[in-house]
């Protein structure tokens, strides 16, 4: 249990720091992620389970799945273990959470979006390093 909630919080280090599509904070500065927010089960031999479930600022927020796609690029990016990725809306967040649920898990969804030149700019924006 140690050896996940070490896991949790390298991956909430990971994901803190994204930037809001839309505004110039953090999605931790605006609470979009916590540290509560993550969980890490081991499911294998060092293979984990990362689940994600984060609160869009607003139940219509329109960016809710701009900003999961962010999650999920930055993981697959930056995560020095094996894993499997799941990302949720936090259940009674937003208006259409099962749907963004759905595209935000779906490997073929995720794929066409990052070949959208501007979707891929955004995450692009969003995912890197402050200076």
Do not use: W
Request: charged share 30%; aromatic share 4%; glycine share 2%.
């Amino acid at each position: 249990r140690a050896m996940e909630h070490d896991k949790a919080l390298e991956v909430y280090d990971i994901i803190r720091t994204i930037r809001d599509p839309e505004k110039p904070n953090t999605l931790e500065e605006l609470e979009v992620v916590t540290e509560s927010c993550v969980e890490v089960q081991e499911i294998g031999e060092e293979e984990y389970l990362v689940t994600i479930r984060f609160t869009p600022t607003v139940p219509h927020c329109s960016l809710a799945t701009l900003i999961g796609l962010c999650l999920r690029i930055k993981l697959q990016r930056c995560l020095p273990f094996r894993h499997k990725l799941e990302i949720y809306i936090s259940e009674g967040t937003h208006s259409t959470e099962e749907d963004i649920n759905k595209q935000i898990n779906d490997k073929e969804r995720v794929a066409a979006a990052m070949e959208n030149p501007n979707l891929r700019e955004i995450v692009e924006q969003c995912v890197s390093e402050p200076d």
